[in-house]
């Protein structure tokens, strides 16, 4: 009995030392049989542990104490003033795309205390609408040449021709514009105008600062006679898909929301620990998060979130997220589940209640779902097959309302 006793404490031992190694070393976890035992932060509980059972308490309470939490310990604070926003059109083309399509390129310019911002939108929007036409706008974290105006350079990054054949505009902005993608640089952007953001231990940094630039291209699309700015949907792969979770949970105008391969402090879970790390995702890109953030290095269960409740937050407006099927280090299964896992915020609107207990199989996309997904066979990366796949998923909530 005694070696029993003995061999079961130091069996124990060696996991715990296993885990604690593995942790320690960031060494990124792909085996399944090693995700921890978690429990997920209850989405219909509130902070006084009041279960949530109806929209208006969901809508009331629990949501904006979620977007608190979010706030505070993750992405940062979202500043909401500013003095000034105006616009111009720098360039119009008619008749670009062979006359499929108008070219606006826009400069949008926010002014806050006497500094300036430029942000500069790429816009096609199809020729002869029958009248405001819905708009999907990128987060471009990619190279410019991906939103080419002129179309000389096309990419499946923004496959533009396909959108606006599709009956849809199609926009982009680009990050670096709100902050440089850089761990020294990404204070030279809208940080100039609200400096305390910066020192704020609940500070927002650069994700913050995309979804916040998102947010003013969907301010200059409310007065873009040609946008349906009530149909606007909000597209952003990998780093790009994190800051398009989060401009939609904080800006419940964005009518939808597509979140392409975004994996950790995106669409998956992160008490899984699986792929991608908080810890390692704080130390390659410490100018990506709220510095309070750093808090939950190798602690995940103290976080007071998980990713599922940012999905919640965007509920009841159609959410789809993507996966790659060797992209494992933004976790597909924990990207899933963080979906899944959102559902039950969508049942108080009696939506997305068809949605599978397992992950459909790769190159099955759930589309009749408020809450769709696919896992495209391949790599990281934001596809025609993705888009092929968003383009469905408007039709059926976008087009028809
Ligand atoms: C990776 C990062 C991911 C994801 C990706 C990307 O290096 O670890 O979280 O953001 O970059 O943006 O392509």
Redesign the pocket.
């Known amino acids: 009995m005694q070696y029993v006793k003995r061999f079961a404490l130091y069996f124990l031992f060696v996991i715990v030392l296993n885990r604690l190694q593995a942790q320690n070393t960031g060494e990124p976890n792909y085996d399944e049989s090693k995700v921890p035992a978690y429990t997920l932060p209850n989405v219909l509980k509130t902070v006084t542990n009041r279960q949530v059972r109806n929209k208006a308490t969901w809508e009331q309470l629990r949501r904006p104490e979620i977007i608190k939490l979010f706030e505070d310990n993750v992405y940062g604070q979202m500043p909401k003033a500013f003095d000034r926003l105006t616009y111009s059109i720098k360039r119009e083309n008619i008749s670009a795309m062979a006359g499929k399509a108008t070219l606006k390129e826009v400069l949008i310019e926010v002014v806050h205390d006497q500094k300036r911002l430029a942000i500069n939108l790429v816009l096609f929007v199809p020729t002869k609408p029958k009248g405001p036409v819905p708009v999907f706008l990128l987060i471009n974290?990619r190279g410019k040449e991906n939103t080419d105006p002129i179309r000389a350079h096309k990419s499946d990054f923004w496959p533009a021709e396909m959108v606006i054949d599709s009956g849809y505009a199609i926009a982009a902005f680009h990050v670096s514009d709100l902050a440089p993608d850089d761990t020294v640089s990404y204070v030279n952007g809208v940080l100039r105008l609200y400096p305390e953001q910066v020192t704020a231990p609940n500070g927002m940094r650069a994700i913050g600062a995309w979804a916040w630039g998102a947010s003013r291209v969907l301010d200059y699309f409310e007065k873009d006679p040609s946008i349906d700015a009530k149909k606007v949907a909000i597209v952003g792969?990998?780093?790009?898909g994190?800051a398009a979770l989060w401009a939609a949970a904080e800006d419940q105008r964005f009518a939808m929301c597509f979140s392409n391969c975004s994996?950790?402090t995106g669409a998956a879970l992160s008490r899984r620990r699986f792929g991608?790390t908080i810890r390692r995702?704080n130390t390659?890109?410490p100018h990506w998060f709220a510095k309070n953030y750093k808090k939950f290095n190798n602690n995940e269960d103290l976080l007071p979130v998980d990713q599922h409740m940012l999905l919640a937050a965007i509920a009841p407006r159609p959410l789809y997220v993507t996966n790659a099927s060797k992209d494992l280090?933004?976790d597909p299964t924990g990207t899933y589940l963080s979906l899944k896992n959102a559902s039950s915020v969508y049942a108080l609107y009696k939506l997305g209640s068809n949605l599978p207990a397992n992950p459909p199989a790769i190159n099955q996309p759930i589309i009749n779902s408020s809450l769709g997904y696919h896992n495209r066979e391949g790599e990281?990366n934001l596809t025609a097959y993705d888009w092929n796949s968003f383009l469905k998923f408007a039709d059926v909530y976008l087009k028809s309302r």
């Open positions: 974290n792969h990998s780093r790009g994190k994996g950790n991608e995702i390659v890109f280090w933004a990281h």
